[in-house]
């Protein structure tokens, strides 16, 4: 679980270095097992940086007729530039059977770091600064034989970890975070028992907060990513709804432009046909008030004149209906 939460989130971008060494044969090498041990001590210790980083060249002067393939180990002591063990080594020295990170700041070891290594017998990593001991960090290394990871910060060791290595004689896991009570094992005995004690003791609880502490930080990245899937699925649909809306009141707008404009011209046409009929009736009583101003006319109301003064008079016997006492005339006065 670890290892893949390293993988997916936490794998630095890689770059590349060239690193030299200072060849070294050593005789009765105290450290292993062996009576003879051609080493490569590299010396460019400060070139190393943040990021894990490719060997793209070793240089130095072999001893001897010794080439790289006579290479049995690799040290990398106290760098205090050293973070991340250097990938690709595999491809110069092919036969390594020690590595020591002694006294150095390697806060991050993965399975793919020793994977290539599969005669690796001898590994010093004591005063580094790893965390956690995932449970296949050693699966293609079944040839070890000592281990040392003291004074790290380790908190987390998986109980399974050691499990494979049935050669394992040597494994020291003393001041750390995770405290046991038999902290290292000087022989295959002991061994068991420091193993025994990760599995039963104080490591054991680590093992669950820490698989817990994954599962939680997977899920809250699960959260966050369905939430900005929901976050963008909405973002969608507002702008969707706004266009539509845009859309329909775009459409209504303009229909609501058009009936004022039909109402408008509709007006317009019924205000003149009103003053048309206006006119027309205005003229009618125009006309008949007129005619009434002289059918209004009588003899009697007329006094200043006489009737020798009008001539071609017509009495208009109609009128005599209603008044009998006035004769109505027409006439033309001259």
């Known amino acids: 679980m670890i290892n893949f939460l390293f993988n997916r989130f936490f794998i630095s971008k890689i770059s590349s270095i060239e690193l030299n060494c200072n060849y070294k044969i ?34 130095g002067q072999h001893v001897g007729n010794m080439k790289d393939s006579n290479v049995q180990g690799l040290m990398i002591r106290f760098s ?26 390697v806060c991050e070891l993965l399975q793919s770091d020793l994977k290539p290594f599969p005669f690796l017998k001898y590994l010093y990593l004591t005063m580094n600064e790893l965390k956690t001991i995932d449970q296949n960090l050693f699966e293609f290394n079944t040839n070890l034989e000592l281990i040392t990871l003291d004074r790290n910060k380790i908190f987390f060791i998986d109980p399974k970890v050691f499990s494979k290595l049935k050669k394992l004689r040597y494994l020291d896991l003393g001041n750390n975070t995770c405290k046991l009570q038999n902290e290292y094992g000087m022989n295959a005995t002991f061994v068991k028992i420091v193993i025994s004690e990760i599995e039963n003791f104080t490591c054991t609880p680590a093992v669950q907060n820490v698989e817990k502490a994954i599962l939680k930080f997977e899920h809250k990245f699960e959260e966050v990513e369905n939430k900005l899937s929901e976050n963008e699925e ?17 459409v209504g707008l303009f229909f609501v432009l058009i009936i004022v404009i039909i109402l408008v011209i509709r007006q317009k046409t019924n205000f003149d046909d009103e003053i048309n009929l ?33 001539n071609n008079c017509v009495y208009d016997a109609n009128f005599n209906k209603n008044a009998q006492n006035n004769s109505r005339v027409r006439c033309t006065v001259r």
């Open 234 to 250: 909405k973002h969608k649909r507002l702008v969707d709804y706004l266009m539509i809306s845009f859309a329909v009141v775009t």
């Open 80 to 105: 205090e530039s050293l973070k991340y063990p250097p990938i690709n080594v595999d491809k110069f020295f092919t036969t390594l059977t020690y590595i020591s990170f002694f006294g150095s700041k």
């Open 278 to 310: 206006n006119d027309f009736e205005m003229n009618e009583n125009v006309n008949d008030n007129i005619n009434d101003s002289f059918d209004d006319v009588t003899y009697d109301q007329i006094p200043n004149f006489t009737t020798d003064s009008f």
């Open 26 to 59: 050593f005789n009765n090498f105290q450290a292993v097992d062996e009576n003879q041990l051609y080493i490569c001590n590299v010396t460019n210790l400060d070139n190393f940086s943040n990021t894990r980083e490719k060997v793209e060249k070793f240089t």
